[in-house]
Structures are given as C-alpha cells and as structure tokens.
C-alpha cells in the first residue's frame, strides 16, 4: 500500500470511490481542484498494487487549524487498512504544515467513523443537529440590511458570539472552532455580516453554493436576520438554507423548526490537539 497526493488527473477515480462508499453524497468533482490546491493540506489517495482505492482531505481552517474530510473508501477496498494509512499521512502533513490541531465531523451512528477517528486521538468535543429548509418557502417576509464586515473588525464583532454557538460554527459540515481569529477569517471571506442594533450573521458556503447556503450563527432579531439570509440565499443561486445547532440549543433548534426547517440528522465533531 503506498498514500500519495492527488491531483486533477485523479478525478474520474476519486468519483467511482465516492459513488461506492457514499451514494447519497456526492462533491469530489465540485471540490478538487480547492482540495489540491490547499498550501498546508491536500487530498491523498491510499493505492493497493497501484490502484486507488480510497482517498480523504486534509485542509487548513484558519490559524493553527486544521480540518480531516471527504475520507473514502470504496467498498471493494474496505477493511484492508487504508481508512488508517489516510489518517497516518493526514498527521504527518499537519505537521509539515504547521496545523497543531484537527478535527472532523460524523453521522451520531456511524459507529465505525468515529473509531477510527478515536484510534488516533480524536475525542468528542460537540453534538449538534442540522436544519434544512427550502429558499422559496422562506423568501416572503420582512428583511433588513446587514452591513459585511471588514476583515480588520471582524473579531471584534464576532468574539462576543463565541460562547454561543456551543464551540463551533458551521459551513458545509465543516466546523470551525470558535476561538480568536474566527471573526477575522469569516469577515475575510465574505460571511459575516452585522447592524447596530445588536444582530449578528455569519453565512455562507466553502462549494457547492447551488445546493445551499449554510447559516453558522445567528444572533439578534432571528426572524429578520432568517428572511435576510434567505434573500442571500436567493442572490447565490442556494436551493436550500441549513444550519447545524448545538444539542443543547433548545432556543434556535424551536426557532428554526418553526420556521419550517426539517432536522436532517444528528452529528458529532471530534478533534485532537495532541500529535504525539
């Protein structure tokens, strides 16, 4: 068995993998070229007799963080040991690449993820629901302006939020830790929008903006700040809005069901912060 870096070459390879271990979730084509372009990460693929069997993402969040994705295995290839040949290289790229911790995210059942996430050190650190809801159910209401942030104003906006969103904040499935620098990072992208009255926003989509657009926070007027998003969503061309609450959220997780998002599924996220 040998684990290199892939490239766009692989792509073709990389989709029958996906087809076969996840069916019903399908990105690599929309993703690769963001995957292996990643100046601290990278997608490797795990080959056998010089087939490729299985592969999975290592990419850089911001900061010192990294996030572990996108990991398959086709079921030809199961049980044969590339889940963890993946995982091994994944820490020996973060620390060329100066990520000092990692986390990734699974299904709350999928018993054999989680092990082999916990087999290298990675422990629980978060329960969270997601919520979806169709844009053109939503698109009636009053809406207001929110303002982006600037990069530069982007902690001071966002770290009040931090102890609000039970540790982590969400796009596409990938959970960023909500820790300094975060606003900063969001501002940068384009995702974090705010008003002087108190309300607060962070939205957006690492691929795939067609599907959905991804609330991670919202905090202030819920109702205004849901009709505004669905307007972006709107704009973007998102078929769909989601969002990932905390277990504990008993506020957002009545809101948004009201509202009429339908729960989706329930997931953890573990993380390590120890190589050794």
């Known amino acids: 068995m040998t684990v290199r870096k892939l490239n766009e070459q692989d792509v073709e390879r990389c989709k029958w993998i996906e087809a076969g271990a996840t069916p019903r979730l399908s990105y690599i084509g929309d993703t690769i070229g963001m995957f292996i372009n990643d100046p601290k990460g990278g997608l490797f693929g795990a080959d056998i007799g010089g ?10 969040l911001y900061g010192s963080y990294g996030w572990l994705e996108a990991l398959r295995v086709h079921p030809d290839y199961q049980r044969k040991g590339l889940g963890k040949a993946l995982y091994r290289r994944f820490f020996e790229q973060m620390k060329a690449g100066g990520i000092t911790a990692a986390g990734m995210y699974t299904n709350s059942g999928n018993a054999a993820s989680r092990s082999l996430a916990e087999l290298y050190s990675l422990s629980l650190k978060g329960s969270f629901t997601e919520y979806i809801c169709s844009t053109d159910s939503l698109r009636a209401g009053e809406s207001f302006d929110l303002v982006r942030v600037e990069a530069d104003r982007g902690e001071k906006a966002l770290a009040p939020c931090y102890g609000d969103c039970g540790g982590f904040m969400t796009v596409n499935r990938t959970f960023f830790p909500a820790k300094g620098g975060l606003g900063e990072h969001f501002a940068g992208k384009g995702w974090l929008y705010a008003d002087d009255r108190g309300s607060i926003m962070v939205c957006g989509f690492r691929f795939q903006p067609h599907k959905a657009l991804h609330i991670a926070y919202i905090g202030g007027d819920l109702n205004k700040l849901l009709a505004r998003a669905s307007r972006l969503a709107a704009a973007s061309g998102s078929a769909q809005l989601t969002a990932m609450v905390p277990e504990d959220d008993g506020c957002r997780r009545e809101f948004y069901e009201k509202a009429g998002f339908v729960k989706t599924g329930d997931f953890i996220t573990l993380w390590t ?4």
């Open 51 to 60: 087939v490729l069997g299985g592969y999975g993402q290592l990419s850089h």
């Open 273 to 276: 912060d120890s190589f050794e």
